[in-house]
């Protein structure tokens, strides 16, 4: 897949996982005057800067919400802070009655949507944002037990929910998905969503189904959106997708069989496309062909067969 970092990858916290069932060694680093933040919300992540840099926010001048211990770096803790006050796992304060009533509450920062930030921050920066982003997402979606129905309440720093009536643990899950490239020869297999811009193809994908392996996934996924069946797949390179919380498991998969057609009702078409109309695309040469966007793995598995 090249030297290159995948977006969304790079981060070099300790997680300290050792450390997070000792109370007094959490509240500590939530009070060490080194303690910083990543910021996040509805809006996006925040960053600072023209040049965009993601914003790490001294923990103490935030307002009072409950800080995710991320883990610590060479400068000391990091924590994630939802600026819409739901980590917490409460429903979203009303408007203009939340911890933010003043905006970016003075941090100077200013909030960037999660694609966007991908495509403008440094690697580590984007990593960060990627971890951030998918822990605050899961702490606002379980705020009740799956078990009795309950509420639950952060334990360990942010890295698990427990249940305030049956004790059950809640840790943050990773939906894996899926991604592949079916090629034949100089042609590779794309398909295309309705909502995506004008000309854009992409490569299949779909979420692993309970008591499957990630090679079926890839074979019935590729099936059931394309109707054309493929041989053993190859692993190539995976990338965290906060969208909201999965990991793109990225392949390469030889067609075998039969006619492509639109089998899945969220796609528009799916269809053929030669080496030549790929490259074309790739190097921003005048094509009618939109490819995905250099932040997202299925533009890696592209590229990375063109240079085959």
Request: hydrophobic residues 40%; contains cysteine; glycine residues 10%.
């Amino acid at each position: 897949m090249g030297d290159d970092a995948i977006t969304f990858t790079g981060e070099l916290l300790d997680r300290a996982a050792e450390h997070r069932s000792d109370p007094e060694w959490l509240a500590a680093q939530a009070a060490d005057p080194a303690a910083r933040a990543v910021v996040a919300s509805d809006a996006g992540i925040h960053v600072i800067g023209e040049e965009p840099r993601l914003a790490l926010v001294p923990l103490a001048a935030l307002p009072t919400v409950e800080p995710l211990l991320l883990g610590l770096d060479a400068a000391g803790p990091l924590f994630a802070v939802d600026a819409d006050g739901r980590s917490n796992g409460t429903p979203p304060p009303a408007i203009g009655a939340g911890p933010w009533d003043g905006g970016d509450a003075g941090t100077g920062t200013r909030a960037m949507g999660l694609r966007a930030a991908a495509a403008a921050l440094p690697t580590a920066d984007a990593g960060l944002a990627a971890h951030a982003s998918a822990l605050l997402n899961w702490h606002r979606r379980h705020g009740h037990c799956s078990v009795c129905g309950a509420t639950t309440s952060v334990a360990g720093g942010g890295i698990m929910r427990v249940c305030n009536r049956c004790a059950t643990q809640h840790h943050p899950r990773t939906d894996p998905v899926v991604i592949m490239l079916v090629t034949d020869g100089d042609r590779v297999l794309l398909g295309r969503q309705p909502t995506w811009p004008p000309g854009r193809y992409s490569a299949l994908a779909g979420f692993v189904e309970p008591g499957e392996s990630l090679e079926e996934a890839v074979a019935r996924e590729v099936r059931e959106e394309a109707g054309v069946e493929v041989g053993p797949p190859e692993y190539l390179a995976s990338q965290p997708w906060p969208f909201p919380s999965s990991l793109m498991l990225g392949f390469t998969a030889p067609w075998r069989s039969g006619e492509p057609r639109r089998v899945d009702a969220e796609l528009e078409d799916v269809r053929w496309f030669e080496r030549a109309e790929l490259g074309a695309a790739a190097d921003g040469r005048e094509s009618p062909l939109g490819l995905p966007p250099r932040f997202a793995i299925a533009r890696r598995l592209i590229e990375h067969w063109l240079q085959r």
